[in-house]
C-alpha cells in the first residue's frame, strides 16, 4: 500500500515562493506517475501539474503554467512541486497523488493515491 505525505506548505506573501514536497512509501516509487491538485474552499478540486515516471514528461494547468515546476527524486521516492511569483487565487490545499503508468494523467479519478494535504496561503 503505497502511503503519501505532503509537507512545505505555508504563508507567504504574494510573488514569493514556496517548494512542496511529496514522501512516498509502500511501493516501488519508479512505477509510479505522480500529479498535484490543490482544493480551495468552496470550490472542487482541480488539478495543477503531473510527471510521469521518469520526470521526463511534464504536464501543467494553464493557470500555473510558467510559475509551477513538477520534478521527482526516484533515488529519495519524493516529488516536488517547486511555486514561483505565488499569487492569493494559488491558496489551497495542495494533494500530491500517485497511481501506476507510463504516461503523465491530469484528472482526479485516474489516481489510486492520495496524500493527506498541505496548506498553501498566499496573501496579498
Known amino acids: 500500500q503505497v502511503q503519501l505525505v505532503e509537507s512545505g506548505g505555508g504563508l507567504v506573501q504574494a510573488g514569493g515562493s514556496l517548494r512542496l514536497s511529496c514522501a512516498a512509501s509502500?511501493?516501488?516509487?519508479?512505477?509510479?506517475?505522480m500529479g498535484w491538485f490543490r482544493q480551495a474552499p468552496g470550490k472542487e478540486r482541480e488539478f495543477v501539474a503531473a510527471?510521469?515516471?521518469?520526470?521526463?514528461?511534464?504536464y501543467y494547468a494553464d493557470s500555473v503554467k510558467g510559475r509551477f515546476t513538477i520534478s521527482r527524486d526516484n533515488a529519495k521516492n519524493t516529488g516536488y512541486l517547486q511555486m514561483n511569483s505565488l499569487k492569493p487565487e494559488d491558496t489551497a490545499v495542495y494533494y500530491c497523488?500517485?497511481?501506476?503508468?507510463?504516461?503523465?494523467?491530469?484528472?482526479?479519478?485516474?489516481?489510486?493515491?492520495w496524500g493527506q494535504g498541505t496548506q498553501v496561503t498566499v496573501s496579498s
Open positions: 509502500g511501493g516501488t516509487f519508479s512505477r509510479y506517475a
Open positions: 510527471v510521469n515516471w521518469s520526470g521526463g514528461s511534464t
Open positions: 497523488a500517485f497511481r501506476r503508468g507510463n504516461w503523465y494523467y491530469t484528472e482526479a479519478y485516474e489516481y489510486d493515491y
